[in-house]
């Protein structure tokens, strides 16, 4: 059974870059049948796609996010990231790392909370 | 972007009682639509995906149906722990633009 952790600094000053790691178990993140997605949640809202990524490394983004996300993989660590460059108070959430089927999201990790605060 | 419109918003429902809620996509989308449940601290789990497939250990009580752009899932006798919030997804786009539904709660009456 697949097992996915995130880990992250919880909290990040605005302007700077967060870096988020999602650690991967039970799986090989090689298994070309799946991506290996992020996702979001702002407290009290809903949940938003922030992007995935193949086993090979080709990697999709929300447009409507911009240009601050790259999502890379670690397939020797067993492991993929997340950086968002210039945060602001909007990018404050739970966020989720995922294993990806064919478009629908068929394991979470518990996820992590990152406030954007100074 | 393709729109996710759920109704009702909220629903309170009694435990035994069937209910059932529905999404609206913004355009055809087909057959590919994903429901969630997400219980309060918790990530969310898959439901059902290809808008009628149950993913893996849920429950026969749990069921969806619909294409194109109108979805409905049915839960038959409410139990405890069904009580959470469901989400609708869409994975039609590509390359991939996925989006969600705003959420529909389901709350003991």
């Known amino acids: 059974q697949v097992h996915l952790q995130e880990s992250g600094p919880g909290l990040v000053r605005p302007s700077e870059t967060l870096s988020l790691t999602c650690n991967v178990s039970g799986d090989s993140i090689n298994n070309f049948q799946y991506f290996w997605a992020w996702l979001r949640q702002p407290p009290g809202k809903g949940l938003e796609w922030i992007g995935s990524i193949s086993s090979s490394g080709s990697a999709y983004y929300n447009p409507s996010l911009g240009g601050r996300l790259t999502i890379s993989v670690a397939s020797s660590k067993q492991h993929f990231s997340l950086r968002v460059d210039s945060v602001t108070a909007a990018d404050t959430a739970v966020y989720y790392c995922a294993r990806q089927g064919a478009g629908n999201m068929k394991d979470w990790g518990q996820g992590t909370l990152i406030t954007v605060s100074s | 972007e393709i729109v996710m419109t759920q109704s009702p918003a909220t629903l309170s429902v009694s435990p035994g009682e069937r209910v059932t809620f529905s999404c609206r996509a913004s355009?055809?989308?087909?057959?590919?639509l994903a429901w969630y449940q997400q219980k309060p601290g918790q990530a969310p789990r898959l439901l059902i995906y290809?808008?009628?497939t149950r993913a893996t250990g849920i429950p026969a009580r749990f069921s969806g149906s619909g294409t194109g752009t109108e979805f409905t899932v049915t839960i038959t006798s409410l139990q405890s722990a069904d009580f959470a919030v469901y989400y609708c997804?869409?994975?039609?786009?590509?390359?991939?633009?996925?989006?969600f539904g705003q959420g529909t709660k389901l709350e003991i009456k």
């Open positions: 997804q869409q994975y039609k786009t590509w390359p991939p633009a996925y989006t």
């Open positions: 290809g808008a009628t």
């Open positions: 355009e055809r989308i087909g057959d590919n």
